[in-house]
């Protein structure tokens, strides 16, 4: 008999020679998808009891398969298990192992199944759990922003377009934008766990299996409420790993916005807001320096989730069906971006309660720079004035400020009637509060609107 290649390779039978050293270390998968070896373990539990409940074989070897399964995953749990980097990856150490202890009849538990079939539910499950980690991680975040709000909720700072100072909100109004955007990210974190919900194995290696296996109950026992319905996609299909990867990307982007602001808001320049000590970080020769690096971080590290995103995308697009070893790629991408997200997430919700505002720089800020001008064109559309006309009457009056170098605070009532007849004779004493309160609409930046809205997000998240 010609020798084959040993070590426990289980697809060695056809081949002579040992593979290349550098083949095996190239092709090598176990110190990324080790991470799933739960995931491995029930679903091979799975699949044993099902090959014994079908008959496909000998119940009391189903029996024995689920224990050593089970005694294979308490070795793992307690550290003890002999990872082996010559047996390529989770699937085939697991299985190995499982034979080394019950001797041959470990090896039916391949019955019905391939590695391309195993994969795909391994990290099918492992995705429906990361998106529920990513969902309770968001709202967390979403938490932290809520009580801040709360605890700032009489705080004013000027709106900002173009990065110029446009009209006064209430920094909870801000703070609660980001809220907004966090909950569409729960939305697709929930939408990606909805479609890694379907059961791959029983699809063999691409073309289904031919024993009377039952899907249906592994799916049940494994808590998938469907199956992949086509063998070819159920073992090729990574787009639930892109929808987790998108959604993350998205949810980073949201974070990284945030992150900018926080950079600028507690640089001298704007001056809103104070780092906490224990979130900030110095610099080796200025001592004077407080730095805001985890916000930094989490908008450099941004860019990394964009390109585990264009990295899954771009190893599936020349992908013919059904599975292709260039798909072990995807759980690095998809690993990388949980790790990310996670971090970045638990960090993020942990610093932001601990902000703390000036109030004082704020208020003084939301109407310097004649902030309060659409007010003022707004209060002459009051009196009858087409908004058009409005808006250039004010225009001159802001011009004619400037050249004064008053703010609209400082110049008389007849200063005012220069440029409109109309200007009421409180006019000059028009203030952020009442820009504030005049924003009434559903979704504006009024008081009473957030105060609404701060209830409201109260109630859900305490749900
Ligand atoms: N380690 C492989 C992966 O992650 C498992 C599937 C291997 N299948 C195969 N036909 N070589 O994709």
């Not at 398969?65 to 990872?83: N, S």
């Not at 996670?342 to 505002?357: D, G, K, R, S």
Request: aromatic share 8%; net charge neutral.
């Amino acid at each position: 008999m010609a020798t084959t290649k040993g070590g426990g390779k289980t697809w060695g039978g056809r081949f002579r020679q040992q593979t290349h050293a550098l083949v095996d270390a190239y092709t090598l998968s176990l110190p990324v998808d080790r991470r799933m070896w739960r995931e491995e373990i029930a679903a091979s539990i799975a699949h044993a009891r099902m090959l014994g409940r079908q008959r496909i074989i000998p119940r009391g070897e189903a029996n024995a398969l689920v224990r050593g399964l089970r005694a294979v995953g308490r070795e793992i749990e307690q550290g003890k298990f002999p990872w082996r980097d010559d047996l390529e990856d989770i699937h085939t150490n697991i299985e190995a192992r499982l034979s080394r202890k019950l001797g041959a009849v470990g090896g039916k538990l391949h019955t019905a199944r391939s590695r391309n079939d195993q994969v795909a539910t391994d990290l099918r499950l492992y995705a429906m759990a990361a998106c529920d980690r990513a969902m309770a991680a968001a709202t967390t975040l979403q938490r932290a922003l809520l009580d801040l709000a709360e605890a700032n909720r009489r705080v004013v700072m000027p709106g900002y377009t173009h990065l110029q100072r446009a009209q006064p909100v209430l920094l909870a109004h801000h703070l609660l934008a980001y809220v907004e955007m966090l909950d569409r990210d729960l939305q697709r974190f929930a939408s990606a766990g909805d479609e890694a919900d379907a059961l791959p194995l029983g699809s063999g290696a691409l073309a289904g299996v031919p024993y009377p296996i039952d899907r249906a109950g592994v799916a049940r026992e494994l808590g998938f409420s469907r199956l992949c319905e086509n063998s070819l996609d159920a073992v090729s299909d990574r787009d639930f790993a892109v929808s987790f990867i998108a959604a993350a990307s998205l949810c980073m982007t949201h974070i990284s916005r945030l992150a900018e602001e926080i950079v600028l808001w507690s640089s001298a320049e704007f001056g809103f807001l104070k780092l906490p000590d224990a979130f900030s970080t110095g610099s080796s020769i200025m001592p004077q320096k407080r730095n805001p690096d985890v916000a930094e971080l989490a908008r450099g590290r941004t860019g990394q989730v964009y390109g585990s995103l264009q990295s899954l995308l771009t190893t599936l697009k020349g992908l013919p069906l059904a599975y292709n070893r260039d798909l072990q790629e995807d759980k690095r991408a998809f690993f990388a971006t949980e790790d990310t997200l996670l971090e970045t997430l638990t960090i993020f919700a942990a610093m932001v309660t601990e902000l703390t505002f000036d109030e004082e720089s704020g208020r003084a800020a939301s109407t310097a720079n004649y902030a309060l001008a659409t007010d003022y064109a707004d209060l002459l559309v009051r009196e009858g004035l087409p908004f058009r006309k409005a808006h250039e009457v004010v225009g001159k009056l802001v011009q004619y400020a400037e050249e004064q170098g008053k703010p609209f605070s400082e110049l008389t009532v007849q200063e005012f009637r220069r440029f409109s007849k109309l200007f009421p004779d409180d006019a000059p004493g028009l203030n952020v509060d009442d820009a504030l309160r005049a924003r009434s609409a559903p979704g504006g930046t009024a008081p009473r609107r957030v105060a609404a809205q701060l209830r409201k997000w109260r109630r859900k998240l305490d749900a």
